[in-house]
């Protein structure tokens, strides 16, 4: 079975590496290098017990504030584009407790398949992409959003998960670096077995290894559109002419959704902007940097060890294809390390990076082939923030319905 996976970020390449596993013949194009898109610079945090959607109803006393703190890391830009409209009705009728509790627990269990996958390829393939598994910590700054997160601490025990909901000080006490925020802490979600990686770094990796088995890339080439004939896609329409194949998978981001409606497929797919920063750390700063990965919903900001240089990222902007980076959103970011890691030693740039996610209203991603398109396209997109957390899952999945399906 021949398969051309549209999209080399890490969802097509974890997709890729699956399908190859399985025995089939792979291609993989993109109009990049690897791991260029939302993959390259994000938050490189490995989420898999901390899934909470972004689509919550505690969005809605939020929202104000978010709109309108002139550092909030929720941005609204309106524009006369129907998807935005109809993504953003959409999010809002998500963010109820019914919605959220079902995502979460979907999540859940798509994040432990990832996780077996992940760490299969990695037991196997030993890729060098700074990996660590240092565990989590969430931290909350009032006790209101602390009571909210032990509730949701408490829906994800039920499914599964091993955390628990610590003081400021046992808080400090595992992660000594935020000692000099504990005042501004009211507490905090332990997971200890959360991870992190370099997505580059991985996507890189996974490139050589799929490249040395045989797979074929083709990077640099612009898919234009998918031509069809009896219900099934032909051949991609690239920059460099025609690629044929029996079976396509979509996972090109954000670009999914132009890309689909040339096969007559709706995507609920809208990007959501974020941003990064990557902080060489001085030499031996080794206490002033955390160990442990942490994320600060105060500023929904996150923040990864990786090896010795520190990636800090977030926000969440509703602004369009806009890849450019905003300097007062690099600035928010350095603010922000500065509060939570006062005493952090840094070396060099920042390495400003912005990226654009591809998110469902819901927070779940697409998988499969869609009603009323192509029977050999199988779309894998729509992973939100979660996409490094969730590819090796959403790539099973995409295996196991390619194994089903019919060749012809």
């Known amino acids: ?47 898999y017990s901390y899934v909470q959607p972004l689509a919550d109803p505690s969005i809605w006393l939020q929202l104000p504030k978010l709109m309108l703190w002139p550092d909030s890391p929720l941005k609204l830009r309106p524009q006369w584009d129907p998807q935005q409209w109809r993504w953003g009705l959409a999010f809002m009728q998500a963010c109820n407790a019914p919605t959220s509790a079902d995502t979460t627990a979907r999540l859940l269990a798509l994040a432990a398949s990832s996780r077996a996958g992940f760490d299969l390829m990695r037991e196997v393939e030993k890729p060098d992409c700074d990996y660590s598994s240092t565990g989590k910590l969430v931290l909350y700054p009032t006790a209101a959003s602390f009571a909210a997160a032990q509730r949701q601490l408490a829906l994800q025990s039920k499914l599964g998960s091993q955390q628990a909901a610590i003081t400021p000080q046992a808080c400090c006490d595992l992660e000594p670096a935020l000692d000099g925020y504990a005042p501004q802490i009211a507490g905090a979600i332990h997971t200890p077995s959360e991870c992190a990686v370099d997505g580059l770094k991985l996507c890189r990796e996974l490139e050589r290894i799929l490249r040395a088995r045989g797979v074929k890339f083709v990077l640099g080439n612009t898919v234009n559109a998918l031509a069809q004939r009896q219900g099934r896609v032909t051949a991609a329409h690239t920059s460099e002419g025609p690629l044929e194949a029996d079976h396509f998978v979509l996972a090109m981001g954000p670009q999914s959704v132009a890309m689909a409606r040339t096969a007559g497929i709706r995507l609920p797919v809208y990007p959501i902007k974020g941003y990064s920063i990557t902080l060489d750390l001085a030499q031996g700063s080794d206490h002033s940097a955390p160990r442990i990965n942490v994320t600060d919903m ?20 509703l602004v369009g294809h806009n890849p450019h980076i905003r300097p007062p959103a690099i600035a928010s970011l350095l603010r922000s390390t500065r509060t939570v890691l006062p005493g952090l030693a840094l070396s060099g740039s920042e390495h400003p990076w912005a990226g654009l996610r591809p998110a469902t209203p819901t927070g779940l991603p697409i998988v499969g082939v869609q009603p009323g398109g192509p029977g050999n396209l199988v779309v894998n997109t729509g992973h939100g923030a979660l996409g490094l957390t969730l590819a090796f899952g959403t790539a099973r999945q995409v295996g196991q319905q390619l194994l089903r399906a019919p060749l012809h």
């Open 1 to 47: 079975m021949d398969v051309c996976v549209l999209g080399a970020g890490i969802v097509g390449l974890a997709t890729a590496y699956e399908l190859d596993r399985l025995g089939m013949s792979v291609t993989v194009v993109d109009r990049d290098t690897a791991g260029s898109g939302a993959t390259g610079g994000n938050g490189a945090q490995l989420s």
């Open 298 to 317: 105060a500023r929904k900001v996150v923040f990864a060890r990786l090896g010795n240089r520190l990636r800090v990222a977030g926000m969440a902007e």
